[in-house]
C-alpha cells in the first residue's frame, strides 16, 4: 500500500516559516520520485518542487525558487519541504505525491501515481 500522509501545515504570519512531511511508512522500498504540489482556493493545482533520487536531482517550480528547499530522508521514504519566507500567495492546500516506479525525474503531476490528502497552509500579511 503507498499511501503518502502530510503533516506540518498550519498558519503564520507573512515572512515566517513551515515545514512540511510526507510519510509513506508501509511501503517497504525506497521511492525515487516525490514531489509537493499544491491549490488554492478558486486556483489550479499548481507544481511546488519534485525530487529524484535516483540522481538527486531536484526541480523547483518559480514561485517558490529560493524561498522552499526540498528534501528526503537516507530511506527515501519520507519527504519534506522547509519553508522560508512565506508569503499570502503561497496559502494553499499543499500535497504531496509519490511514484514508485519512476526511473527519470518528474514534474507533471500527471507523472504521480499516488497522493496524500493534503494539509493546509495559511499564511496571514
Known amino acids: 500500500q503507498v499511501q503518502p500522509v502530510e503533516s506540518g501545515g498550519g498558519s503564520v504570519r507573512a515572512g515566517g516559516s513551515l515545514r512540511l512531511s510526507c510519510a509513506v511508512s508501509?511501503?517497504?522500498?525506497?521511492?525515487?520520485?516525490m514531489g509537493w504540489f499544491r491549490q488554492a482556493p478558486g486556483n489550479e493545482r499548481e507544481g511546488v518542487a519534485t525530487i529524484y533520487s535516483g540522481t538527486g536531482s531536484i526541480y523547483y517550480f518559480d514561485s517558490v525558487k529560493g524561498r522552499f528547499t526540498i528534501y528526503q530522508d537516507s530511506a527515501k521514504k519520507t519527504l519534506y519541504l522547509q519553508m522560508n519566507s512565506l508569503k499570502p500567495e503561497d496559502t494553499a492546500v499543499y500535497y504531496c505525491?509519490?511514484?514508485?516506479?519512476?526511473?527519470?525525474?518528474?514534474?507533471?503531476?500527471?507523472?504521480?501515481?499516488?497522493w496524500g490528502q493534503g494539509t493546509q497552509v495559511t499564511v496571514s500579511s
Open positions: 505525491a509519490v511514484s514508485p516506479f519512476c526511473v527519470s525525474q518528474r514534474t507533471s503531476a500527471d507523472d504521480f501515481s499516488f
Open positions: 508501509e511501503y517497504p522500498y525506497s521511492i525515487p520520485c
